[in-house]
T-cell receptor, first 113, second 118 residues
Framework: AQTVTQSQPEMSVQEAETVTLSCTYD???????LFWYKQPPSRQMILVIR??????QNATENRFSVNFQKAAKSFSLKISDSQLGDTAMYFC??????????FGKGTRLHILP | DTGVSQDPRHKITKRGQNVTFRCDPI?????LYWYRQTLGQGPEFLTY????????KSRLLSDRFSAERPKGSFSTLEIQRTEQGDSAMYLC????????????????FGPGTRLTVL
């Protein structure tokens, strides 16, 4: 089965600290997309960052960046200068050529004041 | 751009009843997806449409589930003879139609419909 694994069910960090969320995945394809989605409590899922597998350069979006290791099938998310509004469930996800997104089980992130 | 909308946001029903959910995608998006999310899990793919054509259905989608997108705009998801195991958040997402893998567009999610079957 082609899966996405998030090994950290829950994490807590102090406001302004840097936190890294881990994700590994399995796929037999050479070209695919990877995503991190954020789902705040009782609010809808929004895209945080995306990475095309054929691009070697790691994607960045303001305070959010990824460490994409294609050979290791690893895709971690780093949040710098964390803010209270970053508190949410974070889902790592993969999309292959078939357009279906496969999600991990999520990491619940708490930013503490 | 008003985003993806879903109606209702919450639905409580008794076992055995039929329910129908609606999704309105972002207006220029011709791809529409349905996912189901149970507590503590990530969303799982159910089905998707390109315009009015339903292109794929997951094995998770039993015969009691049916989805339509009659005019290629909004979509409905109907569950017949609901069971307690159907209790979940049903998420809709939309995207532009990609022409190649290199141009795949992001899926934008709606707020979901939370179904509780008593």
């Amino acid at each position: 089965a082609q899966t996405v694994t998030q090994s950290q069910p829950e994490m807590s960090v102090q406001e302004a600290e840097t936190v890294t969320l881990s994700c590994t995945y399995d796929t037999s394809e050479s070209n695919y997309y990877l995503f991190w989605y954020k789902q705040p409590p009782s609010r809808q899922m929004i895209l945080v960052i995306r990475q095309e597998a054929y691009k070697q350069q790691n994607a960045t979006e303001n305070r959010f960046s990824v460490n994409f290791q294609k050979a290791a099938k690893s895709f971690s998310l780093k949040i710098s200068d964390s803010q209270l509004g970053d508190t949410a469930m974070y889902f790592c996800a993969r999309m292959n050529r078939d357009d279906k997104i496969i999600f991990g089980k999520g990491t619940r992130l708490h930013i503490l004041p | 751009d008003t985003g993806v909308s879903q109606d209702p946001r919450h639905k409580i029903t008794k076992r055995g009843q039929n329910v129908t959910f609606r999704c309105d995608p972002i207006s220029e998006h011709n791809r529409l997806y349905w996912y189901r999310q149970t507590l503590g899990q990530g969303p799982e793919f159910l089905t998707y449409f390109q315009n009015e054509a339903q292109l794929e259905k997951s094995r998770l989608l039993s015969d009691r589930f049916s989805a339509e997108r009659p005019k290629g705009s909004f979509s409905t998801l109907e569950i017949q003879r609901t069971e307690q195991g159907d209790s979940a958040m049903y998420l809709c997402a939309s995207s532009l139609d990609p022409t190649t893998l290199a141009h795949k567009d992001t899926q934008y999610f709606g707020p979901g419909t939370r179904l509780t079957v008593l």
